[in-house]
């Protein structure tokens, strides 16, 4: 029997390909293979450098193993390289997004936006509180960059010294600054998992911020009380210096509250529901003209000339926007931190973005994927099902392919058609993604977050020890889960329209 499409009601749905002689085994044989390669390709072969390519190549690897299971029941090639191109035309607006978001990151970090952000963060530090200000701070630096793994490479290892010599136990320091920076990671416009989740699920990138915030905040404001008790309980000694790190920001930076008036307008545009695309070009060239007044040497440094002028200041912002920026500090540990890849550095994900649609369209061209959302809305037929089936896929892949990207890629393609058919809005999709796909993965030794996240902070000594303390990244799945059960905030698709 040929594959059939089952026309919606609605004429704008995508059609759902399904395959009445595709059977549930044949459905499963690409996911099986491409679990087994990535495992063997992450775990056996490249470890945390799985990501620099070779896992997208396996992507496609699963893609033809995929086809293959299509040829043999009868899925012509050109019906799969249709739904491969009408997958790329879906994620073209997210691709853009990733690309100003790289150019954004650029000009907010010569312009000295992000290491203001960072040298008055470490204002609060109390000792008093000092757990739960790590959290803050940690938040604070990864919503300012993107990324948990800098936010730990950089500030978290001087956090973990500063409670050490304080007397709070190495690993506690480190669930905490874990728990502030996959805050600040899952809600960042500038982390690749932030704009990878809603690309998967087929939603915007700030409607899927504003949505995740539901769960996330009330997860964050849980885990802060919880580090307030074990402060209360905990005796500590001495006064955390933090001397060192300002001093080493604010001589290779002018740093100035001014700054923060630039992510003020670009919050204030993502409230008024700006488009992303005009909102992230207009912090880019705010974030440039920043530059010129707050920072011309760092400007003239990264155009690689001692005078700046027209054309010099015109070449140090295009290169910040555009390519690798690297500001060295006297503090050799916040070199990594203060680094951008500009649009440059977006090229990774986006690689992987187009390989996981082209896995994901031809799933959908051969009927496997309505196929494998059909067998499982059996055994969950109801909306929270879905969601649970959804957070269990999400720690499934985290555990079995050792990676968080793939956690987000083949759940967000898997489920995208069955959250349309329980008339649930994609952004629900993209936040279960985030909420059990991208912070979970540090809880997983064996997963290339939390072998790195581990390694960077505790070294071989106190592997797993930051677990039972990582707070937020423990709650964040349960706390979808209970949104979900009691129908708390669940957008429908009716809703938005």
């Known amino acids: 029997m040929e594959s059939q499409e089952i026309k919606p009601q609605n004429p704008e749905e995508e059609p759902i390909i399904t395959n009445k002689k ?26 945390d450098d799985a990501l620099s390519g070779s896992n997208q190549f396996i992507l496609l690897l699963g893609a033809a ?9 009868n899925v012509s090639y050109d019906a799969m390289m249709e739904e491969v191109a009408q997958n790329f035309k879906s994620t073209a607006s997210a691709i853009l997004i990733l690309l100003f978001v790289g150019a954004l990151s650029g000009t907010w970090l010569i312009s000295g ?6 040298y008055y963060g470490l204002d609060i530090l109390n000792p008093t509180i000092f757990l739960p200000a790590s959290v803050v701070i940690c938040a604070i630096i ?12 950089t500030v978290g290892i001087a956090l973990v010294g500063i409670g050490n010599a304080l007397g709070i136990s190495p690993g506690m320091t480190a669930g905490a600054v874990i728990s502030g920076a996959y805050f600040g990671d899952k809600l960042s416009p500038l982390s ?4 990878l989740a809603p690309a ?55 740093t100035s509250p001014w700054l923060f008036l630039v992510p003020a307008i670009v919050i204030f545009m993502i409230v008024r529901k700006t488009q992303p695309l005009i909102a992230l070009l207009i912090g880019t060239l705010l974030g440039g003209i920043f530059a010129l007044i707050f920072q011309p040497d760092i400007v003239a440094q990264v155009a690689g000339v001692e005078a700046l002028d027209f054309k010099n200041a015109y ?18 540990k916040l070199n990594d931190l203060f680094s951008s890849g500009g649009m440059n550095g977006m090229l990774g994900t986006i690689w992987l973005i187009l390989c996981a649609m082209t896995f994901g369209g031809i799933m959908e061209a051969i009927g496997a994927l309505s196929r494998i959302t059909e067998a499982l809305l059996k055994l969950f037929n109801s909306v929270f099902g879905l969601f649970a089936s959804t957070v269990a896929s999400c720690l499934a892949l985290n555990v079995t392919a050792s990676d968080q990207y793939l956690a987000i890629v083949v759940p967000g393609k898997m489920f995208a058609k069955a959250y349309k058919d329980k008339g649930l809005a994609p952004e629900n999709l993209s936040r279960t993604l985030e909420d059990a796909g991208t912070v979970t993965s540090v809880l997983v030794p064996w997963n290339t ?3 790195y996240q581990s390694k960077v902070l505790l070294g071989q000594a106190g592997l797993t020890s930051y677990i039972p303390y990582a707070f937020f990244n423990i709650l964040s799945p349960f706390m979808t889960l209970l949104f979900a059960a009691l129908s708390i905030k669940i957008k429908m698709i009716k809703d938005k329209e």
Do not use: Q
Request: hydrophobic share 50%.
């Open 200 to 254: 998967m699920a087929g939603t915007d990138l700030f409607t899927h911020i504003r949505y995740m915030l539901i769960t996330t905040v009330p997860s964050l404001v849980i885990t802060l009380i919880l580090f307030i008790i074990i402060g209360l309980t905990l005796d500590t000694s001495g006064t955390p210096d933090v001397h060192e790190i300002k001093d080493a920001i604010s001589h290779s930076f002018n």
């Open 315 to 332: 070449k140090g912002i295009i290169n910040a926007i555009t390519v690798d920026v690297a500001i060295e500090t006297e503090n050799t």
């Open 192 to 195: 690749d998992t932030t704009n």
């Open 65 to 73: 193993v995929a086809a293959i299971v299509g040829f043999a029941n």
């Open 22 to 47: 595709l059977s549930i085994e044949a459905s499963l044989i690409p996911i099986i293979a491409l679990v087994g390669m990535l495992a063997f390709n992450v775990l056996g072969v490249f470890g």
């Open 142 to 153: 990864s919503v300012a960059t993107g990324s948990s793994w800098t936010t730990s490479a």
């Open 449 to 451: 977050c939390g072998a």
């Open 113 to 118: 936006i992000i290491p203001s952000m960072i």
